[in-house]
């Protein structure tokens, strides 16, 4: 079975503090992803990375930024933490394939509190 | 933004009636069609994947794929009380990302 791991399954942070979330995936997956999920607003792409030290970004970038040093870790920075980014964080890998995309594997979430 | 809607909900269902969930999606060049289920407080998990027209069945639960009128259906035969969740549809960009659907929400009541 695929394991996402994220290091932390909740997190309480203050305004403007760096904040870091880190995921890593044992199943030697190319794709990397980090998505946030707020009522009513579904699952919403923040930043996505398809090889080592590649990004790209999603639908809501702004105040985030990753890192992705080594294929099995993909880090979401938050550079200065606000209360609006208060929300359910996860990460997901797949393998890469051709037209059709595979299934991601989700982690199981860090809920960080801004305050 | 691609967009990908799912009916509201939240969906009732007795024990033992088949659930139906259905979604909606605007990319025309889509190819890859998921249904994750998610449990309050928990992460997504992958049901079910359908890549071609037509249905696909894996147990209790048929996806029924129809790519002109631009459709997905998840059909969950004799519910059970442990299949209330949230169920999230996703669909691939013609740029290989996922988008999801907002979720519909099914409680089965015994």
């Known amino acids: 079975d695929v394991k996402v791991t994220q290091s932390s399954r909740y997190l309480v942070k203050r305004t403007g503090e760096k904040v870091f979330l880190e995921c890593v995936q044992d199943?030697?997956?190319?794709?990397m992803f980090w998505y946030r999920q707020d009522p009513g607003l579904g699952l919403r792409l923040i930043y996505f990375?398809?090889?080592?030290?590649?990004?790209e970004k999603g639908d809501i970038p702004e105040g985030y930024s990753v890192s992705r040093e080594k294929k099995e870790r993909f880090s979401l920075i938050l550079e200065s933490a606000s209360t609006n980014q208060t929300s359910m964080y996860l990460c997901?890998?797949?393998?890469?394939?051709?037209?059709?995309?595979?299934?991601?594997?989700f982690g199981n979430g860090t809920r960080l509190t801004v305050t | 933004q691609k967009e990908v809607e799912q009916n509201s909900g939240p969906l009732s269902v007795p024990e033992g009636a088949i659930a139906s969930l259905n979604c909606t999606y605007s990319d025309r060049g889509s190819q890859s069609f998921f249904w994750y289920r998610q449990y309050s407080g928990k992460s997504p998990e992958l049901i079910m994947f359908i890549y071609s027209n037509g249905d696909k069945e894996d147990g209790r639960f048929t996806a029924q794929l129809n790519k002109a009128s631009q459709y997905v259906s998840l059909l969950i035969r004799d519910s059970q009380p442990s299949d209330s969740a949230t169920y999230l549809c996703a669909v691939s960009s013609t740029l290989g990302r996922l988008y999801f659907g907002r979720g519909t929400q099914l409680t089965v009541w015994p």
């Open positions: 990375s398809y090889d080592v030290k590649m990004k």
């Open positions: 199943m030697d997956h190319e794709n």
């Open positions: 997901a890998s797949s393998i890469p394939t051709g037209v059709s995309i595979s299934p991601l594997h």
